[in-house]
Structure formats: C-alpha cells, structure tokens
C-alpha cells in the first residue's frame, strides 16, 4: 500500500521562510493624477501684451532657448563705475549689451538666473540692496553681453544712481534697458522716474513684469477654475496699468517704451513643464534687442514700421556722444542724482 503522506514533515512557518520573496509589482502613477488641469495650461501669450510686435512662433522661441543654452554664460566683470567698464581684450569688437534695471527686491537677480539657466551666477538676497555694481555677462559665447545693474530704492545709494545713468546714457553697445516692474505692486514713482529718463535720452527700453507668479498662483495650493480665471483678469489689468506708463500719451517728452509687455516668475515653472513662466519669450526679446532672433519676417506690426525707423534715430543720436537734444551725457540732473537712495520699497 502506497502512502499519500510525504515522507518528511515542514512546518508551515518553514516553508513560509524558505519560500523566495515575491517582487511586489510597481504600482504606475495614472496619467490622470500626473497631469495639471487643462485649465492651468497657459500659452505664452497669456504672459504677454503685444501692440506693435507680435508673439515669437514655437521654432523662435526654440531658437531663443537653444542660443541661450547652449554655451554656458560666463561672468566677466564687476564695476562699480562707468570708467571700469571694459570689454573682452580677446574680442575684436565690444558685443552688443542689454541692461536688466529695477527697484531693489524686485526680483532681478533671481530673474536673470533663470534667464541664463544658471543658479547663483547673480547674487540674490531677501535684503534689498544686494547688487551693489554694474555686473557684466557673457551669453550665447560672446554674442551678447547682459548688465544686472544695482537696484534703485530701498537699500540703493544716491552714487549707484549716478553711474547707472552714465551708463545708459553713454553706453554706445547698449542696445535695450529691461525694466522690471513688481506684477502684484505696479510702477512705483522711482520707476516713472527712470522712465521719464529713458525718453529723455532716447534709451531703448521695454517693460517686464516681474514675480507674476504672485498674481496667477497666490497660494501653495492648486486654483480652482473660477479663482485662476480672476487670477488672469487681474494680471490683464496689471498690463493696463503698466500700458500706461510705458507709453504715456502725447509722446512729446521722448521715445517711448517698446509696445511689448512681458510677465515673468522665476519662482513658478510652467504647468507641465516648459521651464519658468514667461522666461523664453524674454529670452527671446534679449535676442531680438540685439538682432540674433533669427528670422525678422512677421516681429514687426506692419502699421508700425515707420516708429521703428523714428527710434533708431533718437538712439543713433544717443550713441554718437550725445542726445537728441545736443546734451552731453555727462550732465546728471538732480532727479537722476536721487535716483538710487529714495526709499520706497512698501511691499
């Protein structure tokens, strides 16, 4: 008689130890829950206003982005004066500079981080007043040079004001003056100060919007529809405001602002990814500031060719040793004297 019963005895907690463990399966997070609403997507020209330019395409925008990543960008120099400014030696000719100017703590350091795509290169501080000189850097392998210029305001000094204008008005490869402007706070009277300063010279100059990411996302959680969709009317009517200022009407005092308005966070990165808010179509306005935009076919509103041809004259007279007005650049009047020390940073 055959018996069923095995021949030797294991316990069930022995078999269970002896038993190979069992790779768990890797649960796969849903497309559903990786995704951002679609209501948070945000196309680019949602962050940006357009009067006489029009929006940069997909491929410009790739262009802008490849042309700044590239080659890394490479700190060249710190002056705290107009007379220390000098250019590469190993550069035949000084490139083209565009200049990044705003109120202390406006976020323009953190800004011009996530422009060149590199941390830390300009220095940043919850502390108003950290830039403290005329910063000097190289992008896109010597094609352009980009200033951080030291802040006006609260934690700025009346001397840092007085060199700044030097520059703008007797920098001759200065090509565009970026004003940052507060999204949530608006102009401030430092601003509109600086402004009337730029028309009085004929500094080319545009407008940004900056730290938008308080405007359109004001808390750590996820807006609903209804609360982003205020968000988007209320950074609408921050471009008004700031329309208003940029170009004033009349336009007798001088040149006004570019008809471009651009809104960026360097904080908040685009739903989805695609980088910080609004920083590739700045990038892509730097580039078109020195003509290496690639194309012009389409940058430019047809009924407004002939205002382009008028500010090229105020900035060729600017850049020959004076000004429209036959003024020598190193006049500073007593408004430009106190433009580094007024104190009125409220936030």
Known sequence: MVSLRPSAHICLSCARRSRPPQRQPRQLRSSST???PAYLQLPPSALSHHWETVPPTPSQLAH???????????????????????????SSAPPPEVAFLGRSNVGKSSLLNALLGKKGLCHTSGKPGKTRAMNAIEVAGGKLVVLDMPGYGKGGRAEWGVE???YLKGRRQLRRAFLLIDALHGPKPTDLALL??????????????????????PSARTPSPGAFQHSLQVLDA?????????????????????GELLACSAEKSVPGGGGKLGVGSLRFAVLAAVGLEGSKAGRWRRADVGQEDDLGKD??????GGTPDGG???????QERTLGNEDEHRQ
């Open 315 to 320: 900035a060729q007279a600017r850049r020959s």
């Open 196 to 217: 009337a300063i730029f028309r009085e010279h004929a500094i080319p100059h545009q407008l940004v919007l900056s730290k938008v990411d308080r405007i359109l996302f």
């Open 64 to 90: 802008a982005d490849a042309l700044f990543t590239r080659h890394p960008p490479r700190f060249l120099t710190s002056a705290p004066h107009l007379r220390d400014m000098h250019h590469d030696p190993a």
């Open 328 to 334: 020598s650049v190193s006049d500073i009047s007593p």
């Open 164 to 166: 700044v204008v030097k």
């Open 238 to 258: 921050a471009f008004a405001r700031v329309r208003e200022v940029a170009q004033p009407p009349g336009g007798r005092d001088g040149p006004p602002a570019l």
């Open 34 to 36: 990786a995704a951002q």
